[in-house]
Structure formats: C-alpha cells, structure tokens
Nanobody, 125 residues
Framework: QVQLVESGGGSVQAGGSLRLSCAAS?????MGWFRQAPGMNRERVAS???????TYADSVKGRFTISRNNADNAVYLQMNDLKPEDTAMYYC??????????????????????WGQGTQVTVSS
C-alpha cells in the first residue's frame, strides 16, 4: 500500500519559518506540495522532478524551497517569511511524468496519483 507521511507543520508568527517533510513509499517522477485553505480549492505550491528541477506558484516564489532525496523517497518544503495567507493544510503528493502549461510536473491535483494525509500550517499576524 502506497503511503506518504507528512510532518513538520505547526503554528508560527508572520515572518517565521517551517520545514515540512514527506516520507514516501513510492518513487515517482514528480513530487509536490499542495495546500488547501478552508473554503478554497487545493492548489499546487511547488513541485520537483526526479532530476531536481523545481517549479513554484507565484505566491511562494522566493520564500519557499522544495527539494527531494531520491535515495530516501523523501521530499521537503522549506518555508521562510511565512505570511498569514500561507495558512492551510499542506499535502505531499506524488505522481507520474506530466506536462502542464509547458512545464514538467506543474499540473494540478488530478495529475498527482498519491497523497498524504496533510499537515496543518497556521501563520498568525
């Protein structure tokens, strides 16, 4: 059974940092982090290819960094300069090679086959 297990969420004040980790039992070409705030659609935050190239949502560029360790099937999200609007449930996801908008692994939730249970991130002002 495929499992993705996230850790590292929590509560911080604006301007603070958190590092999310995800341990996966499956190895896929694309791995990503998504988030979903109450009443909102799930959105892609960042994704990373097997080869290490990364893509980011405009809202987090320059603040968040995604990375992966292929040997351990792990993916990480370093979040700096957090803002209240970053508050959401964050999900780790894994999926096959795909194109979206001319970019590898940049697809939305339907492109990702495996999901973790989520970890809550709360940023207070």
């Amino acid at each position: 059974q495929v499992q993705l297990v996230e850790s590292g969420g929590g509560s911080v004040q604006a301007g603070g940092s958190l590092r999310l980790s995800c341990a996966a039992s499956v190895y896929t070409y694309c791995m990503g982090w998504f988030r979903q705030a109450p009443g909102m659609n799930r959105e892609r935050v960042a994704s990373v290819r097997r080869t290490g190239e990364t893509t980011y949502a405009d809202s987090v560029k320059g603040r968040f960094t995604i990375s992966r360790n292929n040997a351990d099937n792990a993916v990480y999200l370093q979040m700096n300069d957090l803002k209240p609007e970053d508050t959401a449930m964050y999900y780790c996801a894994a999926g096959p090679y795909h194109w979206a908008g001319g970019t590898l692994c940049a697809g939305g939730p339907p492109e990702y086959k495996y999901w973790g249970q989520g970890t809550q991130v709360t940023v207070s002002s």
